[in-house]
């Protein structure tokens, strides 16, 4: 358990309570430990992701991570921000694998922006490449040129090895659900994924029974808000994923609902909302903590195979929705309005 900083600590500490409950109804013998990372790591010891977390991490057969970053730590160097804490994790562990599905639960239809008939329905899985592309690319960083102006750059890289393994964990599945896997890119501009659209191309001929589309990714944020509907997988890099992954969540209602799982090549793996530390409403108990609760149930589900536990806790999130409860964030006309902690207390009474 590595609660993080900002609204990170309010919401680990529900899915905590939720994870209790399910241990002992399911008598799963789980252990939890806990650590530091990002800025709450900083202010105890001077780094993001100190040794001590990293060596835990690496022996536990899952993580379940809040969020880290805010204000607070802004203006130190890039490679000393609690942000590093995160991509550190990540890439130590080689999570390279980010599901973050998108599910609007009937209840909420009505605290999606869109119109419902546009989203009702709503199922897509983004898988996310999270341990390469511009993120982690070299070289990086901010130069003085002749003359005294400053020049900052990045790298976006790939290599093959890379975009197959990524491919493979988005054509599997999509083998598991609709049988449709779109590829985003930007293939128009950038080699670097020009080759990834011929790689995922190549691909395909192992999987006759999925049905590969490409759609370059400004068209996709807009096919997002346009028709969500017609996806079923998405699969693409890690930024284009980052900010496509944020805006789906705003289908589903809020971003407080959208978990996610960081898998490596063993499913060892991460759990985490898709969203950040929320410094503006942090400590106020407001913030919606379903988001962490799933990514809990993703856990059991891919993590430690336990699909009755995870569906249980998914039930649950449901029957607490169809009771009318709801955070600030997916709040609407008729609703009852309650705290993280009301929240947290009413998935444990539904379990
Ligand atoms: P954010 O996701 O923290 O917040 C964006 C907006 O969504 C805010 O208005 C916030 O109040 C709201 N929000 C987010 N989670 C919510 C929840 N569970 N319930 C209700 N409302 C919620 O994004 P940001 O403001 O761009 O970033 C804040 C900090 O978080 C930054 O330091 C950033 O680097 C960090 N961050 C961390 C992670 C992570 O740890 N995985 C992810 C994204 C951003
Ligand atoms: C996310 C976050 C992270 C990312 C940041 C905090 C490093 O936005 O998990 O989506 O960009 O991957
Ligand atoms: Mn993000």
């Known amino acids: 358990m590595l609660p993080g900083d900002g609204i990170g600590p309010e919401i680990v500490a529900e899915t905590e309570k939720v994870l209790n409950r399910i241990n002992e109804q399911f008598d799963l013998g ?3 430990d806990h650590g530091l990372v990002g800025g709450a790591a900083i202010d105890e010891t001077g780094e993001p992701l100190p040794g001590k977390t990293l060596e835990r991490a690496k022996k536990s057969d899952a ?3 809040g969020a880290v970053g805010g204000p607070k730590w802004d203006n130190l160097e890039m490679a000393k921000r609690p942000e590093k804490g995160l991509l550190g994790l990540r890439s130590n562990l080689e999570l390279f694998a980010n599901l973050r599905p998108a599910i609007l639960y009937p209840q909420l239809a009505s605290a999606s922006s869109l119109k419902p008939e546009v989203v009702s329905g709503l199922d ?3 898988v996310r490449e999270l341990t390469g592309g511009i993120y982690f690319g070299q070289p990086r960083g901010v130069r003085t040129l002749e003359g005294g102006e400053l020049q900052g750059f990045n790298t976006y890289v790939y290599s093959e090895s890379e975009v197959r393994r990524i491919g493979r964990v988005a054509f599997e599945a999509a083998r598991q659900r609709d049988g449709k896997l ?17 790689i995922m191309d190549d691909l395909a001929k192992d999987y006759p029974d999925v049905e590969l589309s490409h759609m370059y990714v400004d068209n996709a944020a807009m096919q997002l808000v346009r028709a969500p509907k017609q996806f079923d997988v998405i699969v693409t890099g890690n ?11 705003m289908l589903t209602g809020s971003i407080g609902m959208l978990p996610s799982a960081s898998l490596n090549s063993e499913k060892q793996g991460m759990y985490e909302p898709c969203h950040g530390s929320a410094p503006d409403i942090a400590g106020q108990g407001i913030a919606n903590p379903l988001a962490t609760i799933l990514s809990g149930a993703m856990m059991l589900r891919y993590s430690l195979g336990e699909e009755k536990a995870a ?6 999130v449901s029957r607490v929705l169809d009771q009318g409860l709801r955070t600030a964030d997916i709040m609407s006309d008729g609703m009852q309005q309650v705290s993280t902690r009301e929240m947290g207390d009413a998935v444990l009474a539904a379990l």
């Open 30 to 32: 789980l252990q939890f």
């Open 63 to 65: 993580i379940l991570l």
């Open 124 to 126: 897509i899985m983004i």
């Open 182 to 198: 779109c590829s985003v890119d930007k293939a128009n501009v950038l080699e670097v994924t020009a080759m990834w659209r011929e």
């Open 239 to 249: 930024m284009f994923g980052d900010i496509l992954s944020d805006e789906a969540a």
């Open 311 to 316: 569906g249980a806790i998914e039930a649950a």
